[in-house]
């Protein structure tokens, strides 16, 4: 099993950017898929970016893409999400998610529990 726990959430103007970082610890890292989901109040959780176990192959909604970069160092046990041009529709709650079953398609499992993005207008 693996522990997740988010950070660099924050208040940040439209036009900004801001980086999460997901730290893991338990099983191998390297290992796991990692996906970034986020949660708007009053919404559903949706999709943001997921990165295979290597990082070669990434993944984006369409609404982050060309903004948003996930990329993730092994030997740090970290995987990030830099997010850039942030507009006030970016704001939500964020959180990594971790599996292992060998996708695409990913089927997560293991979730942390989510930091705080919000962008103000």
């Known amino acids: 099993q693996v522990q997740l726990v988010e950070s660099g959430g924050g208040l940040v103007q439209a036009g900004g950017s801001l980086r999460l970082s997901c730290a893991a610890s338990?099983?191998?890292?390297?290992?796991?898929?990692m996906g970034w989901f986020r949660q708007a109040p009053g919404k559903e959780r949706e999709f943001v970016s997921a990165?295979?176990?290597?990082?070669?192959?990434?993944y984006y909604a369409d609404s982050v893409k060309g903004r948003f970069t996930i990329s993730r160092d092994n030997a740090k046990n970290t995987v990030y999400l830099q997010m850039n041009s942030l507009k006030p529709e970016d704001t939500a709650v964020y959180y990594c998610a971790a599996e292992d079953k060998g996708g695409p398609p990913y089927e997560f499992d293991y979730w942390g529990q989510g930091t705080q993005v919000t962008v103000s207008s």
């Open positions: 990165i295979s176990w290597s990082g070669s192959s990434t």
């Open positions: 338990g099983r191998t890292f390297s290992s796991y898929a």
